[in-house]
């Protein structure tokens, strides 16, 4: 009776939302767990708020936890307009009970999606928290669509100082940005491949690249200084001015963007970050003249010599011994290993290169590192068979 007992307890504690811990929820880009972790400590945090509803930090970790909910559960069927509910709910609670707290200023802020208008809302939320981190990403935002260099390097400097930009991200995107040709227009999709590359142009390296992030294209204003600043023509429409065809109005703009940037009257040469490669609507169109270089593809009219630039980067430019053993503790240990298997697409590339030029010192030294990069990961399996067959 005994041991059914200790299988009975083990078994209970197995069950997903029993007597979850409140953790710390984070965002998707600096962690990630499974939808389960995130729907338990949702939970968990409510009943935190519940005993203690003045605990901002509790409030704030269960609106994370449902935001999260929102962005990564949407497609399924009830669940966008459920969590929608469920956070706007929330926020009013927090208003309640916390409405002057740095928390409910910045989840209101937040919540609204890069609404100009909610503006005031995170402006209090900086002043009323100068030494908290969780804001500086958006601060970072206000600071890019203003296009305020100065005020962009600040709190890029403040992210780095307050021990939230993972080291591997770092050197990843140094490796990107140190990748291409002067005065570059780069294109990148989420926070991984954004805020660390702001974080190094803060510190003085390759300044002269433009990095713009999709997303934030969709604002029209920052679209219209950003393209006048660099000489794009105009897109010919703004997406907001009418609200009931502002999705048609994105995805025109998607499909335009890389030829109306590669067209810019400066002559900046424009890469997409292979981070951002997999946004189908704006490369799409466009993928016969995107020519891979190293960890971006360049956008051009003819073909250049891609694999003369490959050698370039890995032979002489890009930093590699972070792949290997690394000497420093990450707040994304996981996540950097993932944004590195994007390292295997020209280092595989160039192996066969490589090889067909009999280069086989050359050879050696990139298939090592291509194992390095898959050991472990879910590419593992398949790479280490295309390299038997070579």
Not at 195 to 208: K, S, T
Not at 244 to 251: A, E, L, T
Not at 338 to 367: C, G
């Amino acid at each position: 009776m005994k041991h059914c007992l200790i299988l009975l307890l083990l078994f209970t504690q197995a069950l997903p939302g029993v007597a979850q811990k409140a953790e710390p929820v984070y965002s998707f880009a600096r962690e990630q767990h499974e939808i389960n972790w995130y729907l338990e400590q949702a939970e968990a945090w409510k009943k935190e708020t519940q005993k203690n509803p003045k605990n901002g930090l509790a409030w704030y970790y269960c609106y994370y936890a449902n935001r999260i909910l929102l962005y990564h559960e949407h497609g399924k069927e009830n669940n966008t307009e459920l969590y929608k509910k469920r956070i706007d709910d929330l926020l009013e609670e927090m208003k309640k009970n916390i409405p002057d707290s740095y928390e409910y200023n910045l989840c209101v802020w937040a919540h609204g999606g890069l609404n100009l208008e909610l503006l005031p809302y995170l402006e209090k939320a900086n002043e009323l928290g100068p030494n908290r981190v969780e804001h500086l990403d958006h601060m970072v935002n206000i600071a890019e669509i203003n296009r305020n260099m100065k005020e962009r390097d600040r709190y890029t400097l403040k992210l780095k100082e307050g021990g939230v930009v993972s080291p591997g991200m770092l050197n990843y995107n140094y490796n990107v940005l140190s990748g291409l040709e002067e005065n570059a227009i780069l294109l990148t999709a989420g926070d991984n491949d954004t805020y660390p590359a702001f974080v190094l142009q803060a510190m003085g390296i390759r300044r002269d690249v433009t990095v713009i992030n999709f997303s934030l294209l969709q604002i029209d204003d920052y679209r219209e200084k950003i393209f006048r600043e660099l000489g794009v023509e105009s897109l010919g429409f703004r997406i907001w001015d009418e609200p009931d065809s502002v999705g048609v109005r994105i995805k025109r703009m998607e499909k335009l963007l890389l030829g109306l940037l590669a067209g810019n009257k400066k002559e900046h040469p424009v890469y997409v970050a292979l981070t951002a490669a997999g946004s189908e609507r704006h490369v799409k169109p466009y993928e016969d003249k995107l020519y891979l270089t190293g960890l971006a593809y360049q956008f051009c009219e003819t073909q250049p010599d891609h694999i003369a630039r490959l050698r370039r980067n890995f032979e002489k430019t890009y930093r590699l011994d972070y792949l290997g053993t690394h000497f420093y503790s990450d707040i994304s240990e996981e996540l950097v290993r993932t944004i590195n298997r994007n390292y295997l697409v020209p280092m595989i590339k160039l192996f066969e290169h490589y090889q067909n030029s009999d280069e086989q010192n050359r050879a050696a030294w990139i298939k090592a590192l291509i194992l390095e990069v898959a050991t472990g990961t879910p590419d593992e399996k398949a790479v280490k068979e295309m390299l038997k067959e070579k």
